[in-house]
């Protein structure tokens, strides 16, 4: 299986983190979507990493997917049977996704000529973010497992510390860093970090 994935790409990252902790090898395909002249779109239509190609050709794209499809294929280790816990695990995955859908096109604004960038859409971004954290800080306590939704949220607050950590939210939520610190101990995350 090949993974189309990129190194500073948080939504790539919980994909290698989902493999490793299921213990399935996967042959990294480093790819940069954003080039114009990448062919990627002959491989991911919808041209986003990670996209997961299967030994048989098949494309599987969009991360929540991918890590479905690895669970249900390798697992089940990190995706709950049970109806209550599936879907508290598919909504913390949504928040942790959703610090992504926030930061990734903030990182990509700043790129922006000064000149030329949005204040109000940075705006909207933090303002995402801002909301997010306030409510995983309050449930920190609920974080508890090694699952797709937990891999997620790490995933996405160590990709503020990546790109944003002038933001100062370890101070703001002190027992969210804490969690994130523990959490980002493991292999897993010691072998995805960003780059
Ligand atoms: N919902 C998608 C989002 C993936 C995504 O936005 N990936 C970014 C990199 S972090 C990308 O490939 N962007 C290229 C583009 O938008 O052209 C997922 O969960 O996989």
């Known amino acids: 299986m090949k993974l189309f994935y990129a190194a500073p790409s948080p939504y790539s990252r919980k994909v290698r983190v989902v493999a490793y902790e299921?213990?399935?090898?996967?042959?990294?395909?480093?790819?940069?979507?954003?080039?114009?002249?990448?062919?990627?779109?002959?491989?991911n239509p919808v041209n986003r990493v990670p996209a997961l190609q299967l030994d048989s050709g098949k494309v599987l794209f969009d991360s929540p997917l991918i890590c479905e499809y690895l669970d249900v294929t390798y697992g089940?280790?990190?995706?709950?049977?049970?109806?209550?816990?599936?879907?508290?695990?598919?909504?913390?995955?949504?928040?942790?996704?959703?610090?992504?859908?926030?930061?990734?096109?903030?990182?990509?604004?700043?790129?922006r000529p000064v000149e030329q960038q949005s204040a109000e859409r940075l705006e909207l971004y933090k303002r995402s973010s801002n909301q997010i954290l306030a409510h995983l800080d309050s449930r920190t306590a609920q974080l508890s497992e090694i699952d797709v939704g937990t891999i997620s949220i790490a995933c996405g607050l160590s990709y503020l510390d990546f790109?944003?950590?002038?933001?100062?939210?370890?101070?703001?939520?002190?027992?969210?860093?804490?969690?994130?610190?523990a959490f980002s101990a493991m292999e897993s995350m010691r072998r995805t970090q960003f780059s």
């Not at 049977?81 to 903030?106: E, H, K, Y």
């Open 76 to 111: 089940p280790k990190l995706l709950p049977l049970s109806v209550q816990a599936r879907w508290d695990t598919l909504v913390n995955q949504a928040l942790g996704d959703g610090l992504m859908d926030a930061a990734v096109p903030r990182r990509h604004e700043t790129l």
């Open 163 to 181: 790109r944003f950590s002038q933001d100062g939210w370890r101070s703001l939520h002190a027992r969210l860093a804490t969690w994130l610190d």
């Open 22 to 43: 299921l213990g399935v090898e996967v042959e990294l395909v480093p790819t940069n979507a954003m080039a114009l002249d990448s062919g990627f779109g002959l491989v």
